[in-house]
C-alpha cells in the first residue's frame, strides 16, 4: 500500500510529519500557468494563508505566482521566500497598524479594503511615509456558495467586504484622500467550492457593479475574485490535480472584462492540498464494545480539520497489505473531538503501521497547535528525502 510514498525513507523519522510531493505540486502549478496563460490578463496569486511552510512558498515562487496575504507574518514570510512585492496583495478585515506600515514599507501591489475606518488609517500611516497606497475595495456580493457554512465568505450575514450598497460612498471617499489610490475592486465568496455555477453567480454580480460603475464613468483597472476552487478529498490518487481549465474559462467566458483590465485570482487549497500528506504512526488497536479504534500518535493539533469542519480526508494504511478492517481513526488529545475519521476501511492495521491523511496540504500544518504542551509537526519535501 506504499502508493506514492516512500515508506523505507519514514522509518526512522518522528511521527507525525509532514509530507509534501514536490513534484506533484510543481505538476500542479504547471497546471495553473498552462490554463491562466490562455487568457489575456489572469493574475494568479497563492493564498499564503492555506500553507506557509517555506520549501513550499520557495517552489511556488519560482512558479512565479504572486502572493496573497491575509497578516502581516504572511507578508514577511512571502518577502522572505522571494516573492516581489509588486505581486503582494494584502487582504483581511482587521489589518493593525505594524501590518499596514509593513506593507507600505515594502511597497505592496494593493491593499484590498474592507471598510471606510480602515481606509482612512491606510490614508493617514501612508502620509506619514509620504507614500500613496493602492487599494482595491473588497465587496460582498451576497453570493451564496456551495460548500461548508463555516468557509463561506460572499454572504450578507459575514464579517468580511463592504456592502454593495456603499459602493460608490467608498470610492468618492477614497478620491478625497491624498494618499490611497483606488485601482479594483475585491471579491471572495468562500472554499472549497466545486460547483462553477458559485462562480458564474460571482461573474453576473461582477457584471452587474461594473455596469454600475461605468454609468458614473468609473473605470476599474484591476478585478479581483478571490479563490475558492476546491479539491477531491474523496479521490486524491484519481484526481490529485483540479480542474483549472473548467475554473479559468468559466471566469473567462462569463466575466466581461474591459479592454486592459487585469483579472487577479488568489488561490490556496487547489494549489496545495493534495501534494501533502500528514503521517502519524499507529500506537494502539483498542477494542471497543462495538467498534475497533486505531489510535495513532497524531491529533487535532496537528490536523484540525476534521474536527473544526467534520472535513473529510482520506486515510491510508501504506504498511499493510493486508485485508481491510472496520475502524474508528483518533488521536491522543485529551478531548472527543480528537477524530480523524470513524468507520473507515483500512488495511488490517497493527501497532507500529504507518497511516497517511491524505489531501493535508492545505489548512494543515499552517493550522497546528500546541495544545496539551505537543510539539509542532514538521514539514519535510520529497525532493530532501
Not at 481606509?119 to 482595491?136: C, H, P, T, Y
Not at 467498534?291 to 501504506?318: C, M, S
Amino acid at each position: 500500500m506504499k502508493g506514492i510514498f516512500p515508506v523505507d525513507k519514514f522509518a526512522d523519522m518522528r511521527t507525525p510529519f509532514y509530507y509534501y510531493d514536490i513534484d506533484l505540486l510543481r505538476k500542479t502549478l504547471e497546471a495553473i500557468n498552462d490554463e491562466a496563460r490562455r487568457h489575456e490578463g489572469f493574475c494568479v496569486h497563492y493564498a499564503i494563508k492555506a500553507n506557509a511552510n517555506p520549501k513550499v512558498l520557495r517552489v511556488i515562487r519560482q512558479a512565479g505566482l504572486g502572493a496573497d496575504c491575509v497578516s502581516g507574518g504572511e507578508i514577511e514570510a512571502s518577502i522572505k521566500a522571494g516573492f516581489p512585492a509588486s505581486k503582494i496583495v494584502y487582504a483581511g478585515v482587521g489589518k493593525s497598524d505594524w501590518e499596514i506600515n509593513l506593507g507600505l514599507d515594502n511597497d505592496i501591489f494593493c491593499f484590498n479594503v474592507e471598510s471606510i475606518p480602515e481606509l482612512e488609517v491606510i490614508n493617514e500611516l501612508a502620509a506619514k511615509k509620504g507614500k500613496v497606497a493602492n487599494v482595491a475595495f473588497r465587496l460582498n456580493p451576497n453570493v451564496g456558495a456551495h460548500t461548508h457554512a463555516n468557509i463561506t465568505t460572499g454572504l450578507a450575514e459575514n464579517k468580511f467586504g463592504i456592502a454593495m450598497r456603499d459602493m460608490f460612498d467608498v470610492i468618492e471617499k477614497a478620491d478625497s484622500l491624498s494618499n490611497v489610490s483606488f485601482v479594483g475592486l475585491h471579491f471572495h465568496i468562500g472554499s472549497q467550492i466545486l460547483d462553477m455555477g458559485d462562480f458564474q453567480a460571482l461573474c453576473n454580480r461582477v457584471n452587474e457593479l461594473q455596469q454600475q460603475l461605468e454609468s458614473r464613468r468609473i473605470i476599474v483597472k484591476h478585478i479581483n475574485v478571490g479563490g475558492g476552487l476546491g479539491v477531491d478529498y474523496e479521490h486524491p490518487n484519481r484526481v490529485p490535480i483540479p480542474d483549472f481549465k473548467a475554473y479559468f474559462d468559466t471566469f473567462a467566458k462569463r466575466l466581461k472584462l474591459r479592454p486592459g483590465q487585469t483579472l487577479h485570482f488568489e488561490l490556496g487549497r487547489a494549489v496545495v492540498a493534495q501534494c501533502g500528506s500528514l503521517l502519524t504512526r499507529t500506537l494502539y488497536i483498542k477494542e471497543g464494545a462495538t467498534k475497533k479504534f486505531a489510535i495513532v500518535d497524531a491529533g487535532f493539533t496537528d490536523l484540525i480539520r476534521p474536527a473544526l469542519y467534520q472535513a473529510y480526508h482520506k486515510i491510508e494504511n501504506i504498511s499493510s497489505d493486508e485485508a481491510p478492517e472496520t475502524y474508528d481513526v483518533v488521536g491522543p488529545i485529551c478531548e472527543s473531538t480528537d477524530v480523524f475519521a470513524k468507520q473507515i476501511d483500512l488495511n488490517a492495521t497493527k501497532r507500529g503501521d504507518l497511516l497517511a491523511i491524505r489531501s493535508a496540504g492545505a489548512y494543515g500544518e499552517i493550522m497546528a497547535s500546541q495544545y496539551n504542551c505537543r510539539p509542532l509537526p514538521v514539514g519535510y519535501i520529497s525532493d530532501e528525502l
